[in-house]
């Protein structure tokens, strides 16, 4: 299947070590293991340099206030709760990398514009709660399978 942005056609692609490159086990015992200690705050920074959104965009998708943030800088790890916010964040964006072939610009720019599929609304601000993640990552399945309706 594949998506028309701006003229570019893209197909989804096969992932390339995402999970490494970020931090985060990709699933298993490990994930729920590492989500329940807490990420360590490198996650967060990994993020910010794997998607190339602003250090802010980050931690607001994340739902992690700036206050948050300045203490699991200082304590080196992040609460549960943050942790299975960055963990979703993370698993959107890299499902959204793989749509786009590994074009990180492509997958910004479908993240930060209004989607119908989606009630007009920015995916990256449909990460608030686990059934809005779970409706992003259902659209992007069904355009990677050529489902539209």
């Known amino acids: 299947m594949e998506i028309t942005i701006k003229g570019r056609e893209f197909k ?24 329940n200690k807490g990420l ?12 190339g959104l602003e250090r802010k965009q980050v931690s607001s998708a994340a739902r992690i206030p700036s206050a ?49 599929g989606l009630g007009n609304k920015k995916p990256i601000n449909m990460l608030k709660t686990g059934a809005e993640t779970a409706a992003v990552l259902t659209l992007i399945n069904r355009a990677e399978h050529g489902v539209f309706s």
Do not use: H, M
């Not at 390339?16 to 293991?33: A, D, H, M, Q």
């Not at 360590?40 to 998607?51: A, F």
């Not at 499902?95 to 590994?102: G, R, S, Y």
């Open 12 to 35: 989804p692609s096969k992932p390339n070590g995402y999970w490494r490159k970020v931090g985060i086990p990709s699933r298993g015992t490990g994930l729920y293991e590492a989500l």
């Open 40 to 51: 360590p705050y490198d996650v967060y920074s990994n993020l910010v340099s794997v998607t």
């Open 68 to 116: 948050s943030l300045a203490r699991r800088a200082i304590s080196g790890r992040f609460s549960k709760d943050e942790s299975d916010r960055l963990f979703r964040f993370a698993e959107v964006f890299k499902a959204a990398l793989e749509l786009f072939e590994q074009d990180a610009g492509a997958a910004r720019e479908w993240l930060n514009s209004p989607v119908k």
